[in-house]
């Protein structure tokens, strides 16, 4: 166990539909990252925050927005839903903004029909 | 940005052989780390490499930073079945804006025959 919780394990939506991922990191730790992972592809960096800031941003889509909240939790909104964006979305959390091992979350499935 | 190539991205391996991934990056990395994946899991930290020419062992598993800090792999001997899995390298962006980025291998995906 990680200690990172990631909710829901599963969503299934529809094209257009808007969703929230939520992320609970690790006791102690300050930075949340996202990740997008695709069928057989890599991770894909979406963004970071630290302390409630945000800290770097990869290619996220416009439709996509995130923030971590001042206990830290983040949460990941996905709006205007694709086909495309089915895919599992992790979260990561680290004890520094940079350099520090990450701890990730089982992650969300989300399927858009 | 930063990118990071990792190859091969598949190994099939009999069980008992070795497998080797290779890591390799353009600019100077500061640090890398390796992650494992099982299939149906989340990536799941293995070890962070800083000093140049650094080598790393976990029981069966060698893990190597190069001595440029622009190349790194990991090395399984005699593997098992509980070595399948996907296999990621990643690397943190040097500076600028997107510091503390941390950018993952395509991975290598290992499978491995009783």
């Known amino acids: 166990d990680s200690g990172v919780t990631q909710t829901p394990k599963h969503l299934i939506t529809a094209t257009g539909q808007r969703v929230t991922l939520r992320c609970s990191p690790r006791s102690g730790d300050l930075s949340v990252y996202w990740y997008q992972q695709s069928l057989d592809q890599g991770l894909q960096f979406l963004i970071q925050?630290?302390?409630?800031?945000?800290?770097a941003k990869g290619n996220i889509l416009e439709r996509f927005s995130a923030q971590q909240f001042p206990d830290l939790h983040s949460e990941l909104n996905l709006s205007s839903l694709e086909l495309g964006d089915s895919a599992l979305y992790f979260c990561a959390s680290s004890v520094g903004p940079a350099n520090s091992p990450l701890h990730f979350g089982n992650g969300t499935r989300l399927t858009v029909t | 940005g930063q990118q990071v190539m990792q190859i091969p991205q598949y190994q099939h391996v009999q069980e008992g052989e070795d497998f080797t991934t290779y890591c390799n990056s353009s600019?100077?990395?500061?640090?890398i780390q390796w992650y494992k994946q099982r299939p149906g899991g989340h990536p799941v930290f293995l070890i962070q490499l800083v000093k140049s020419g650094e080598v790393k062992k976990q029981k069966r598993l060698t893990f190597q930073f190069g001595e440029a800090k622009k190349n790194s792999s990991l090395h399984i001997t005699a593997t098992q079945t509980t070595d399948v899995g996907t296999y990621f390298c990643a690397a943190p962006n040097a500076g600028g804006t997107s510091y503390g980025k941390l950018t993952f291998g395509q991975g290598t995906i290992l499978t491995v025959h009783p």
């Open positions: 600019t100077t990395l500061s640090n």
């Open positions: 925050y630290y302390n409630g800031e945000e800290r």
